[in-house]
């Protein structure tokens, strides 16, 4: 029974593993490398790199969004730096910087302001990783029902009381765990959000070239995209207001 | 008689011409030439008694007083003549040519009227200019005295009047102070001069240099160029601080001057003592262009406190106290001292502890501007007052420069000080305010550093969370026990009838007698053999059919496994192996083989596992 679970334990914690030592983290190094010479702009290329070929992981948007605010790129820092936000919600290095990085944007929208539970109920189903929650839901999974077949086959009392209370007791907090991941995801499925990626973009009160601007937005800025068609994307900024705006001024987090 | 009427005739005659001849009507003006705001008088005077005067027009005048009338009448050997004149004191409205048109007068009822005045106008010269002009003229006097050379006959005015744009460097970096020096050069009488257009010195901070002595009296000097002499003098000289990278064009500067051009007299007599009229002319000279090669500062060796200065300079600090009592003022000073752009330098930032309340600074400034450039000293003297008792550093000021003569930076630091509070009779408790610390707080702060832990990296796209393989380690718990509970059931199912395990492990143990049987075959122990192949059945048959080991016995035997439709031959041959070995116990048997025997036994018991 303990062969099994070790080799349960080793099938899980494998593939995690699985990436540790092929071509992506030396180009990751030479990007920490670059950027730690002040070469800021190859460190944006060789993190820029590895991007383009699909690697991902918080600390590399957050990397890539450093580059980019070094070299004065702020809009493109932005978009990494919520990229990195996504993967990691409870970071607060990311969190700073992205606040450093929205200092230096043109647009300074007051957001209005949120019901206190519902800010606390965001930090807390933000506060890890998803792939971090999933590890665990598993590992809880695989524990709970460990202990509940000990219960199942075990003689004596004691042990069949332990087992099974210490079961439940992992049982809850994996269904917690998967409960949270799943409204994280849910979360990020419901706020779709971009950056403005062009200087001066002017946001128009219909989807269409001849309808009248709404108003300026400028690089740099947040916005949630409501809706999207091919060529027009619609935005909500913090404050409230809404409008369309070409599908090449944002790009989608 | 006849003759006598002819001399009376031509007597009266006579009188009637000489007083024809004798009436004239003329019109003069005191000068031709006038300049705007000045005035003049025009006089029309006639020689006998006049009616009916008519004035001409004024246009382009404007009549400050008049017509005055004059008369006067004398009497000379009975003969009496009478004169009147009109007169207007006009002022001049605009530049340019004009013409004052012919008066009228009537006559003996005859109409006379003047021929028309031309009367230039010129800009206006106020009375300082026309004190310039009037030393100007001494010194041209002068320099005709001693050279003998006599300007104005040559109408290139350009070699006799010029203004020269002189800088002192035509390459400079960004914050290198040049001089710029507009000079007049002139060999001709200048009456007056106006300013037109300044030069734009767009690109450049500009610091006009004021003469230390008299700033408003004009100093001529005799400079020479190619043999011949100028008078020369300064119009304005700037003192230019680069402010971007480039070639910056620093346009002309535009004058008027009026040239008082000498017209030689009819009369060389006249000539001769220096008599003669002479005209006033305006030119425009207009300065040439420089263009002023602006070089960035080099990018290599730039400090981190570079913050612009180019020169030589020297800071200092100082304090007033090291030792004081809590909400007593502190003076900080920062004295920088060279030669440079000092009036461009951005004010330094200094650290300060944040439990002192820190004031701007007052910035006292003791700078020369002259030719050399600009030098002196200025002083940022800080008040602070600490609130709280304690020992507090200021920390020293770092400060670097372009130095232009080493082509380097070079980067300065100050002493700090060690300040001892201490506590105040009355000590407040008012700490740094938030904001203020906040401020400093962002200030010193930069992005967080790069993560250096590139072991989560993966390529996947869709990360753990979601993926096949996380759906199925979820489910590989519960369903490893789902199955655990149904291999429990089956084998608890199995297991409760005791019967059916010992049938069911009836071929198992009769393998353990067989085995342990082929070890004595080996061994050659024959009956030792033979005991443990009938041990094996026996055991077998016993467990298999269910029968106690006392009850065991060949019919026994052969009837339980009829009862259980073995076939008669399987179960004579079993009796007969029964025997065959029962006897090799004891007599060694002869005919068949201890291996035959084996092999036989082992056949039994496979035929009666796959039959019942």
């Known amino acids: 029974m303990l062969k099994r679970l070790i080799y349960l334990l080793l099938l899980i914690v494998a593939p995690l593993l699985a990436f540790s030592n092929d071509a992506g983290p030396a180009m990751f190094k030479k990007g920490n490398n670059l950027y730690q010479k002040a070469n800021y702009k190859d460190a944006a290329a060789a993190y820029q790199k590895m991007v383009d070929d699909g690697y991902q992981s918080a600390g590399l948007y957050f990397n890539l969004g450093n580059a980019y605010y070094k070299t004065g790129d702020i809009a493109p820092a932005l978009l990494y730096y919520e990229k990195a936000h996504r993967l990691s919600p409870g970071d607060e290095d990311i969190r700073v910087n992205i606040q450093f990085a929205n200092s230096k944007t043109t647009d300074k929208i007051e957001a209005v302001p949120e019901f206190f539970i519902t800010k606390w109920w965001t930090g807390f189903i933000l506060a890890f990783p998803a792939s971090t929650l999933a590890v665990f839901s598993v590992l809880l999974f695989i524990g709970a029902s460990g202990l509940l077949i000990l219960y199942r086959f075990s003689g004596a009392v004691i042990v069949k009381k332990i087992s099974f209370y210490s079961a439940i007791l992992l049982l809850l907090p994996g269904i917690g765990t998967i409960f949270i991941s799943g409204r994280q995801a849910a979360y990020f499925d419901a706020h779709h959000d971009g950056i403005i990626f062009n200087s001066s973009v002017n946001v128009k009160n219909a989807p269409s070239g001849t309808a009248k601007n709404g108003f300026v937005l400028h690089e740099g800025t947040k916005v949630s995209i409501l809706d999207k068609n091919a060529s027009w994307i619609k935005i909500k900024l913090a404050n409230g207001n809404e409008g369309w705006v070409g599908a090449a001024d944002v790009r989608e987090i | 008689m006849k003759l006598k009427y002819y001399i009376l005739l031509l007597l009266l005659f006579c009188t009637t011409v000489l007083f024809a001849q004798g009436v004239k009507f003329t019109a003069s003006v005191n000068k031709t030439e006038v300049g705007t705001t000045e005035q003049f008088e025009v006089t029309f005077t006639i020689n006998s008694n006049g009616e009916r005067f008519v004035p001409p027009n004024f246009n382009g005048f404007l009549i400050v007083s008049g017509p005055n009338v004059s008369q006067s009448m004398t009497v000379i050997n009975g003969a009496s003549s009478s004169s009147s004149g009109y007169s207007y004191d006009l002022v001049p409205v605009k530049e340019g040519i004009y013409t004052i048109g012919p008066a009228t007068i009537v006559v003996n009822g005859k109409q006379l009227s003047t021929s028309p005045i031309k009367i230039k106008v010129v800009k206006g010269a106020s009375a300082a200019q026309a004190n310039a002009a009037r030393q100007q003229q001494q010194q041209q006097q002068q320099v005709q005295g001693q050279q003998g050379i006599v300007a104005g006959h040559s109408k290139d005015i350009n070699r006799d009047l010029f203004i020269r744009a002189d800088v002192n460097k035509t390459n400079a970096y960004i914050g290198e102070q040049l001089t710029l020096s507009y000079r007049l050069y002139t060999r001709v009488a200048l009456v007056g001069s106006e300013l037109e257009k300044m030069s734009d010195q767009n690109g450049f901070y500009s610091q006009e240099i004021k003469s230390a002595n008299n700033p408003t009296a004009v100093q001529w000097r005799i400079e020479t160029i190619k043999g011949i002499k100028y008078n020369v003098t300064e119009i304005k ?3 230019l601080f680069p402010e971007r990278a480039g070639n910056i064009t620093i346009d002309p500067m535009i004058m008027d001057f009026i040239v ?353």
């Open chain 2, 260 to 612: 008082r051009e000498t017209v030689p007299s009819a009369d060389p007599f006249d000539n001769f003592f220096g008599g003669g009229s002479y005209n006033d002319v305006k030119y425009k000279i207009k300065s040439s262009p420089v263009v002023i090669h602006v070089k960035p500062l080099p990018e290599s060796g730039k400090p981190a406190s570079f913050s612009g200065a180019v020169g030589r300079f020297s800071v200092t600090t100082s304090v007033d106290k090291t030792d004081l009592k809590a909400n007593e003022p502190l003076n900080y000073k920062i004295t920088l001292k060279g030669k440079g752009n000092l009036k461009l330098l951005k004010p330094m930032a200094p650290e300060f502890p944040l439990d002192f309340d820190k004031y701007d600074p007052k910035v006292t400034d003791t700078i020369t501007d002259n030719e050399n450039g600009e030098s002196g000293t200025r002083v940022y003297t800080y008040l602070l007052i600490p609130r709280h008792g304690g020992k507090f550093n200021i920390d020293p000021i770092k400060f670097s420069y372009y130095d232009l003569a080493t082509g380097r930076y070079v980067s300065q630091q100050t002493k700090g000080f060690t300040i001892n509070v201490a506590k105040g009779a009355t000590e407040n408790n008012v700490t740094s305010i938030g904001a203020d610390k906040q401020d400093v707080k962002l200030l010193n702060k930069d992005i967080r550093y790069i993560k250096t832990d590139g072991s989560d990296i993966s390529k996947d796209d869709e990360g753990f969370y979601g993926s096949g393989l996380y759906y199925f380690l979820l489910l590989l718990g519960p369903l490893a026990f789902a199955g655990a509970l149904v291999f429990g059931k089956v084998y608890e199912m199995n297991n409760s009838d005791a019967v059916k395990v010992k049938s069911r492990k009836a071929g198992k143990i009769a393998a353990k007698h067989l085995a342990s049987a082929k070890a004595q075959l080996t061994a050659n122990n024959k009956p030792v053999f033979y005991e443990n192949v009938f041990k094996g059945l026996y055991g077998y048959l016993s467990d298999k059919l269910n029968i106690a080991a006392a009850d065991l016995n060949r019919e026994k035997i052969a009837t339980e496994l009829k009862a259980r439709q073995l076939d008669e031959p399987t179960i004579n041959e079993l009796l007969e192996t029964l025997d065959l070995c029962d006897m090799a116990r004891f007599a060694p048997v002869s005919g068949i083989s201890e291996q035959e025997v084996f092999e036989k036994a082992k056949n039994m018991i496979n035929n009666i596992e796959d039959k019942i």
């Open chain 2, 237 to 239: 000289q700037n003192i």
